[in-house]
């Protein structure tokens, strides 16, 4: 492989062989001239008189100095000319990379070649080429999305449909009203999906988050009361347990990260107790949703946070997004997200760790 | 015909198995790949209905297993995926046919027609066996060209005689034609309805073989 050269090195190189070349053009000339005014002189001796001498001696020395301005009169221009090419030739990876970098669209973001860069630009495009591999991931993920959500309302709209046909085709007035109930059903849950959807790639799409300093207790007991409700239908109960934590975060998106742990515990989880509790572990807050359900596999613990990734023994009520959006929301605070089994071994226990406020990282320092 | 039905969605299960069972058809469902396997393993079914994003094992691997197994049962195919390259991949598999979700409840039924149509050697579409001709896309029955009223289990046993006419079929296979997980199975109902259709269509349409079960002789009765 060529050993990479500083674009300094090039062009100073270049520019002494031209100024070289000229030199030596030059030399070449006035010893030339230099040899036929001498062979002139011994052609025709001066004579001895003093006088005369110093004029023949001028007259040569005068005759010199004209033929030496002449070849500079051409090895300037020559200079100039040779230096033009030089640094021409010296900047030709820069123009290489200015094509091969006008060449780059959206759809075509393959890595710029390395390899015989100038030093001083090699840096630029290997962070360039990161950039590059970012943004294909980016558009990737975004492609690998769309086409999961596509088939992921698909089957939610066959269901529609199937029942509604059933539900024409029926002579059977129990088989119709039972026909025209999953109808209803359906419906919600696809509202249940498209709302996911829409929360999901909102996430994606915002980067920018409005950060404060965010009490998680209240947060708790607002989400909590929201899902009482649903808790008495699926007879379970919810438990906030006592501790607090100041995060720095976004006080939606926490709720919302929030009521997709506890959702999931309740859709999902199939116990009869769902414990949410908020302690400190060093620097960071962490919030612990946990049920006495029937728990997850230890295999398909990596599953779970993928997106539309429903368990096999679970009912197909959901989006199969509730994690998805529960480790977005953490990696947008910088948190991490767990999953485990309780200490008791029952059910499942998924625990968020968040960095903590400013003010209580001291506070814990000091205590 | 008894279909298996393969679909870990419930509410489109759901409507599948209602509606298969509209026309007819004895209707298992399971909702796993595992299921699968295990249903088509114990039950000998007509056709099966499968979905192919299924949990626990993939619908094209048990597709692929039953195939292995040289089992010919026509299997369509339902997926969500719409590109070439899925379908490709289903058909390649083992698949006969193939619906892209959302899908009418009627061409699925057509389609299975046509599936059962061919796996029983009748180019067809219309089943006839002597002076009976059964029509699977209307479900109407002829007698000497005049329609005849029957009832769906009726109707079923006579479309299973009649797929394969000259077949005789065990008493035991028609039950297993008949009847779904869970149905109630009578002592001797294969026998009243055997003994309904002779009263409807005529004594010498469905011949008994003793020890062997019944047949659809293919032209009818010699007299």
Redesign the interface.
């Known amino acids: 492989m060529k050993r990479p050269i500083s674009l300094r090195t090039r062009l100073v190189g270049l520019t002494l062989m031209a100024v070289a070349l000229v030199w030596l053009l030059t030399a070449f000339v006035t010893w030339r001239e230099a040899r036929h005014e001498l062979e002139e002189l011994l052609a025709h001796p001066p004579s001895t008189t003093a006088a005369h001498f110093a004029k023949e001696r001028n007259e040569v020395a005068g005759e010199i100095a004209g033929q030496l301005l002449k070849p500079m009169l051409f090895a300037l221009p020559a200079l100039a000319l040779l230096l033009v090419i030089a640094i021409g030739f010296a900047l030709t990876p820069l123009h290489r990379l200015a094509r091969d970098v006008a060449a780059r669209t959206p759809d075509r973001l393959d890595p710029l070649p390395t390899e015989s860069l100038p030093t001083e630009v090699a840096p630029l495009v290997i962070r360039l080429n990161s950039l590059f591999a970012d943004i294909m991931r980016a558009l990737e993920n975004e492609r690998r999305f769309t ?1 999961d959500a ?3 309302l ?10 509604a ?2 539900a024409l ?2 002579v059977d007035a129990a ?1 119709r009203q ?2 025209l109930t ?1 109808i209803l ?2 419906c919600d ?1 696809a509202t249940h999906l498209v709302a996911q959807l829409l929360t999901l790639a909102r996430l994606d799409a915002n980067t920018q988050l409005q950060m404060h300093d965010v009490a998680l207790r209240p947060i708790a007991e607002e989400v909590l009361a929201m899902s009482a409700g649903e808790a008495i239908e699926h007879h379970c109960d919810l438990v906030l347990h006592d501790g607090d934590a100041h995060v720095r975060g976004d006080a939606m998106l926490l709720q919302a990260l929030l009521r997709n742990l506890v959702d999931n515990a309740l859709r999902h989880g199939g116990g009869t107790q769902i414990d949410v509790s908020i302690t400190r572990h060093e620097d960071r807050a962490v919030l612990t949703v946990s049920d006495n359900g029937r728990g997850i596999a230890k295999d398909e613990y990596s599953h779970v946070q993928q997106r539309f990734y ?3 023994s679970a ?3 959901g989006s199969g997004l509730g994690l998805s959006i529960v480790r977005r929301i953490t990696e947008l605070h910088g948190g991490t997200l767990k999953i485990c089994a309780p200490t008791s071994g029952e059910g499942v226990s998924l625990a968020v760790a968040l960095p903590l406020a400013a003010g209580m990282r001291a506070e814990s320092a000091a205590g | 015909m008894r279909i298996l039905l393969v679909e ?5 299960g ?3 198995q ?2 298969l069972r ?1 026309t007819d058809h004895a209707v298992d469902w399971v909702r ?1 790949g595992v299921g699968a396997e295990t249903a088509l393993a114990a039950e000998d079914y007509a056709a099966v209905v499968l979905d192919l ?1 299924l ?2 094992m993939d619908g094209l691997d048990v597709l692929r297993h039953l195939r292995a197994k040289k089992k010919t049962l026509p299997v369509l195919i ?1 997926t ?2 719409d590109t070439v390259d899925d379908r490709i991949r289903g058909l390649d598999a083992g698949a006969d046919d193939y619906l ?7 061409e699925l039924n057509a389609r299975l027609r046509a599936l059962l149509r061919r796996a029983g050697g009748q180019p067809s579409p219309v089943l006839a066996a002597g002076d009976v001709t059964l029509d699977p896309a209307t479900r109407r029955v002829e007698c000497k060209g005049r329609e005849v009223e029957l009832s769906a289990k009726e109707y079923a046993l006579l479309h299973a005689l009649m797929q394969q006419p000259g077949r005789a079929l065990s008493r035991a296979q028609l039950e297993q034609h008949l009847y779904a997980w869970g149905d109630e199975i009578g002592s001797n109902t294969v026998e009243v309805y055997i003994h309904h259709l002779r009263r409807k269509l005529g004594a010498d349409v469905i011949r008994t073989l003793r020890g062997i079960g019944y047949v659809v002789a293919k032209s009818g009765s010699p007299s």
């Open positions: 086409a596509a088939h992921e698909r089957t939610p709209l066959a269901a529609l449909k199937a029942q046909q059933v085709a029926s088989e039972h026909a999953q059903v359906g849950r429903r368990s096999a009912d197909s009520s | 870990d969605d419930a509410l489109l759901d409507a599948l209602v509606g509209q796993d994003g949990p626990r339902l969500a995926r892209v979700k959302p899908f009418d409840l009627g």
